[in-house]
């Protein structure tokens, strides 16, 4: 019960900030007066995001968290939300509500790997957990407690917000049959992939998502991944990309991340705490839907009115992908010890899920795919 | 934005409750003077299930969700959570809300099936969705409005509120090696599948999941299926069943439901009824975490302390089982109209799913598992 747990301490932060702060009226115990009293506070947040205003699935997902606060709070904490270069631009939004500019922000963890580099885990790793996993994980395997420890020197608090399921291998104007062929490629690849893509010999040009269509368009990128076919039919990437690369090795489950600035959460009564806290499974569930849901009519809409081209990565570039993957996991848990105690967690935790995997979800797959 | 037309319906329902209540004081218009108003009327709810009193992982879930509602809403509603038994038997919750005897109950769609057969598509259908694939039918592709008129006749609002994702194939006293080996099993297994299981001759003996030990034990039963690992460990099934049989071909992905008295949720408040709607996602993303969680672990348990014998269903045999499971429903929504709608809708989405998943979360776990 880590996350009751979790929403007890944000109950103590809260009433430690109340007595700081007399003029908050903040009741010190429940009582049936309490909601009254506290029902005179109203509060506004900005939640600042790296998507575009309104992008389907992320921006839609970052909307949808806003308005179940906004609902359950019956108003009392009302959240607007910006899009990308609205407050600030989309790769600034961390430090925005480090700051408290904004109360809160919605991205991918692995954005910030400039802050630390074991903000990539909280992402996905390349041959890592799936996005069911990487939840099992954070919620019973010891991986919020890691993601909180990492965050609070920024005087954040992050939860997991949304996901996007696994994603695909990306976009590419040639077709990869050996692992030469990503020699001198131009490719959007953030994260732990990225990297990966640089040993064999890629350039990585990392971009937000809504630049991805010009530069593809205009040459500067040769190639691009971006999130599924749900997403990546929205930006239109059909028409800059003629192959279709499967699977998402390098992206199997990505978790959006919603942080919010620790004062502003610490500041709110009990109830508008767990309100918050319990939005973020709320919309995490939403999103999850909504992909896996949306994902299917894309790629039907994608294959059937598009034509498009889809490539399967052969079994032995996947091989060398894999083992260029953990090359780059043991050299960065070697230079950075936080790293290190994310990903002792991490690879306990997917040693584990492969077994039951193996014999769960993916021996139900293969049964599944035998008859109709 | 299927869940944000719910709860704007949900809230138009509360509103026209408080035209009908006056005594209510209800705000028919948010503004800032409504929460305090609100504020001044609690709740106190009783939620039935059908599991043992705190049993891991569905009556944790079930308590997981009341203790969420509880703190959302600052204890203006309460729910109170009763195991099988305590205030009604596990296969009258159903009824029990219905009544109004309580306000929620916590339970699997399927145990429904006297009511009618279609109850059976919510819970789970063999060779069916897996659970990420149910809810993104349920939110995004019509079976959430389907659900809600076939419960509607019983004034009952149904809500997902959990999966134990994919589950196992069972206990079974002796090894089935071929599709003749279930003739004369007496076996529990509920829902579509137990269906199927009769007509490979075997003979279904549903028993709420805390009698199933005594039966395997005394011999009422030969064979069982519950859950999955944790659930499985946790009942000591691994101590009255021989060989344990992969995969969950009969339940892939099972979602557990909690349905309200729609009179009762109609009384509400906007604020609380956006909670309760919610809280229903937060606890179904919680427990689906617990179970994947768990399962890894308690899957190692049973392996290597308990050294249980893991079996897996031949190719031949579950593409039997496949068969017969096509007729079943067939035959089903022959004779049931309703149930001949719900079909329609799960399995167009099932069609489309099948792609995406071959090439998305399949073909990733069997790249994943080539390597490391």
Same mark, same amino acid.
């Given at each position: 019960? !880590? ?42 947040? %900005? ?9 389907? *699935? ?35 939004? +961390? ?17 910030? !790997? ?24 954070? /919620? ?16 954040? !608090?992050?939860?997991?917000? *949304? ?56 040459? #500067?990128? =040769? ?18 990309? %003629? ?19 620790? /004062? ?16 973020? =499974? ?21 294959? #059937? ?17 894999? %083992? ?47 008859? +109709?």
């Amino acid at each position: 019960m !880590k996350r009751r747990e979790f929403v007890k301490t944000a109950s103590l932060a809260a009433l430690s900030a109340t007595a700081l702060a007399a003029c908050e009226k903040q009741p010190l115990q429940h009582s049936p007066q309490a909601p009254a009293l506290r029902a005179n506070k109203t509060f506004k947040w %900005k939640m600042v995001t790296a998507w575009p205003k309104n992008f389907p *699935g992320l921006g839609t997902g970052a909307n949808y968290l806003a308005e179940t606060i906004t609902a359950m709070s019956g108003g009392r904490l009302e959240v607007k939300v910006y899009g990308a270069g609205e407050l600030v631009p989309a790769f600034e939004a +961390f430090d925005a509500v480090s700051k408290g500019t904004a109360e809160m922000g919605h991205a991918g963890a692995y954005y910030w !790997k400039g802050k630390s580099e074991a903000t990539q885990f909280f992402t996905t790793v390349p041959f890592g957990l799936t996005s069911q996993e990487t939840l099992g994980w954070l /919620k019973f395997g010891g991986g919020q407690e890691l993601w909180d420890e990492l965050y609070a020197p920024f005087n954040l !608090k992050p939860f997991p917000a *949304g996901s996007t399921g696994v994603q695909m291998g990306g976009w590419f104007n040639k077709e990869i049959n050996q692992i030469e062929d990503f020699k001198g490629l131009k490719m959007r690849m953030p994260g732990l992939g990225g990297e990966v893509l640089q040993r064999v010999g890629g350039t990585v040009v990392n971009l937000p998502g809504g630049e991805l269509f010009q530069a593809m368009q205009n040459g #500067t990128l =040769d190639a691009t991944e971006w999130v599924g076919p749900y997403n990546d039919l929205a930006f239109g990437l059909h028409k800059v990309g %003629k192959y279709y690369y499967w699977p998402g090795w390098h992206e199997p489950g990505s978790i959006m991340e919603c942080f919010v600035n620790q /004062k502003a959460l610490a500041g709110l009564p009990q109830d508008l705490a767990a309100i918050v806290t319990h939005a973020m =499974d709320a919309a995490y569930e939403q999103m999850s839907a909504e992909f896996t849901a949306r994902n299917n009519r894309a790629l039907t809409t994608l294959l #059937t009115k598009h034509k498009v081209q889809l490539r399967h990565f052969s079994k032995d570039i996947l091989t060398t992908l894999a %083992k260029i993957s953990q090359e780059v996991i043991e050299e960065m848990i070697e230079r950075d010890p936080f790293s290190k105690r994310v990903y002792q967690s991490y690879s306990q935790f997917r040693k584990e899920s492969m077994q039951w995997n193996q014999i769960g979800e993916l021996g139900y797959a293969q049964a599944r795919a035998l008859v +109709f």
